[in-house]
């Protein structure tokens, strides 16, 4: 058997993670301020070096944005959110699209597509919900998305079906926890994502040409047990960045 080393995170990638955090929560918003490396190594007493280091880090990532006026935020400019931030934004209690117009298209229940009953290992003909979302920065679409959930989930979550934001702010998957009880179970969930070409509805909802490329990706949250509380797909056009953290 090979030895297995538990070491505890580098103090400076700590300092990304709770930045990281507070920017795509919403917490530190987009043109906010973050305290100066001075600020931040005094706050959470570290060596100055080592604050310097986070905040490089940060603005690596696209998270922040550095000059003589100080560091801002600058996320919401040029980059979109992955499945793994929302996860960790329910786990919070809050979603993370504050920031970008986000509009529901449609809301339905219908058979399951084959990939994606395989994907969450339904039979044939058995039905799911059916969510498709387009995020914007502005007026410019950045993100296509269809959220897939159990049809039995809109017995006790009918706002499922709604047009309209979901009540509280708590997204799909946080109002099925207050409802049900049931969550996905963190360390089970996966995410992938490959470079692709837009099919006609995508370009369409992205105001893009067919064929134009995309980051195409996936996830599926499932619980404990194994059955899959949403199985999620998304495209984002080209130039528009994605933070995987």
């Known amino acids: 058997m090979n030895p297995h080393l538990q070491r505890p995170e580098p103090v400076y990638l700590q300092l990304v993670t709770h930045y990281r955090d507070a920017i795509t929560s919403g917490e530190l918003a987009e043109?906010?301020?973050?305290p100066t490396v001075r600020e931040i190594a005094d706050y959470w007493k570290v060596a100055y070096t080592t604050a310097a280091k986070a905040v490089r880090q940060l603005a690596a990532d696209g998270l922040v944005s550095t000059s003589?006026?100080?560091?801002?935020?600058?996320?919401l400019e040029g980059s979109t959110y992955s499945p793994?931030?929302?996860?960790?934004?329910?786990?919070?209690?809050?979603?993370?699209?504050p920031h970008g117009a986000s509009k529901i298209i449609s809301a339905e229940v219908i058979e399951a597509p084959q990939h994606v009953a395989d994907a969450m290992g339904l039979d044939a003909g058995d039905r799911v919900v059916r969510r498709e979302r387009v995020t914007a920065h502005g007026d410019v679409p950045v993100t296509w998305s269809v959220t897939w959930m159990p049809a039995e989930l809109v017995e006790t979550v009918p706002e499922l079906l709604d047009l309209a934001p979901i009540p509280g702010g708590q997204g799909t998957i946080g109002l099925v926890k207050e409802r049900t009880g049931r969550f996905p179970k963190v360390g089970l969930d996966s995410y992938r994502q490959c470079a692709a070409r837009a099919t006609a509805l995508i370009a369409e909802r992205l105001g893009i040409n067919e064929g134009d490329p995309i980051l195409r990706g996936e996830n599926s949250w499932p619980e404990e047990s194994g059955v899959v509380l949403e199985f999620g797909e998304f495209a984002i056009p080209e130039g528009q960045w994605v933070t995987v953290s």
Not at 68 to 75: D, L, P, Y
Not at 84 to 97: K, M, P, Q, T, W
Request: positive net charge.
């Open 68 to 75: 003589k006026q100080g560091t801002i935020v600058a996320f």
């Open 84 to 97: 793994a931030d929302r996860l960790r934004s329910v786990h919070r209690g809050r979603v993370i699209y």
């Open 31 to 34: 043109g906010q301020r973050l």
